[in-house]
C-alpha cells in the first residue's frame, strides 16, 4: 500500500460523487468518472494510475462545464477556451475538449457568425461595424465574419437589411420629436447610430431618410418606395 493511493470514503453531492483519500485530501467528479474507473470505497491505485484518472475526470467535469455553457447560449471556441480557463482548468485539457467539440460540430464559429449576425442585425438593431469588432474579439476569423455578412444578404436582401435600419433610426427620431434646435436633433440621432455600430455613410443615409419624412404620417416606419436606391452598409 505504500506509495498508493486509497478511497476511503465517497457521498454523493448534487451532480457530482466527493471521494475521500488516504492522505486527507478529498476531490470531487462526476458519477461517470466514479463508474469508468472503479472508484469506489477501499480501492487503491498507483500514483500513475491516478495521475491518469484524476486527468481523464478533469476532461470529463470540462466536457460538462462547456455542454452546460452551450445550454444557456452558443459559444465561440475562443470564449469557450476563455470560460474553462477561469474555471481553472488546465490549458491542455481546454485544448483537447473544444478540439474535440470542434470536430464533433458542438462548437463552431460559422454557425455562431451566421446566428450572430442575423439577431443582432434583425433583432438588436446593431450595425456592421459593431457586429465585426465583437465576432472579432470572440475569435472569430475575418472571412467567416464576411461569409456571414454575404450569407445574411442571400437570406433577407439587403432591403430588409436597410429596413430594419430605418425603423431603429425612425423610433429614435420620434423621440427627439420635441427637441427644437433641428442641429442639436441631427447630432443626437448621428450619435444615437454612430453608438449603435453604424458608420458614417450609413448614419448620414439614415438622417436624411428620417429628415425628409413626417413623423407623425401613418407611414413613417415604412421605408422608400418600390424602386428606391437601397444604401449599403
Known amino acids: 500500500m505504500d506509495g498508493r493511493i486509497e478511497i476511503t470514503r465517497s457521498k454523493k453531492r448534487g451532480k457530482r460523487i466527493e471521494l475521500t483519500l488516504s492522505d486527507g485530501d478529498s476531490i470531487k467528479v462526476l458519477e461517470e468518472s466514479v463508474f469508468k474507473h472503479g472508484l469506489f470505497t477501499e480501492r487503491s491505485f498507483s500514483p500513475e494510475q491516478w ?7 478533469w476532461e470529463a467535469e470540462a466536457h460538462q462545464r462547456m455542454m452546460d455553457l452551450l445550454a444557456r447560449r452558443p459559444h465561440t471556441r475562443k470564449e469557450m477556451c476563455r470560460k ?12 483537447r475538449v473544444t478540439k474535440r467539440a470542434e470536430e464533433l460540430g458542438i462548437l463552431n464559429d460559422r454557425v455562431f457568425a451566421d446566428l450572430f449576425v442575423d439577431e443582432k442585425i434583425t433583432v438588436a438593431g446593431w450595425g456592421e461595424r459593431k457586429i465585426r469588432t465583437e465576432l472579432a474579439k470572440r475569435g472569430v476569423e475575418k472571412q467567416i465574419i464576411q461569409d456571414a455578412f454575404e450569407k445574411l444578404d442571400q437570406r433577407h436582401g439587403e ?7 430605418c425603423q431603429l433610426a425612425e423610433k429614435k427620431w420620434k423621440i427627439l420629436k420635441r427637441e427644437d434646435n433641428i442641429y442639436k436633433k441631427k447630432q443626437k440621432l448621428l450619435q444615437y447610430l454612430s453608438g449603435r455600430g ?20 401613418e407611414d413613417f416606419l415604412h421605408v422608400e418606395e418600390e424602386g428606391a436606391e437601397w444604401p449599403i452598409f
Not at 495521475?51 to 475526470?57: K, N, Q, S, Y
Not at 480557463?85 to 485544448?95: G, L, S
Not at 432591403?159 to 435600419?165: F, G
Open 84 to 95: 474553462l480557463y477561469k474555471r481553472e482548468f488546465a490549458p491542455d485539457i481546454i485544448d
Open 159 to 165: 432591403e430588409v437589411v436597410w429596413l430594419h435600419a
Open 51 to 57: 495521475v491518469e484518472i484524476l486527468t481523464d475526470a
Open 198 to 217: 453604424f458608420d458614417a455613410a450609413c448614419c448620414y443615409k439614415l438622417y436624411d431618410h428620417c429628415a425628409g419624412r413626417d413623423s407623425d404620417s
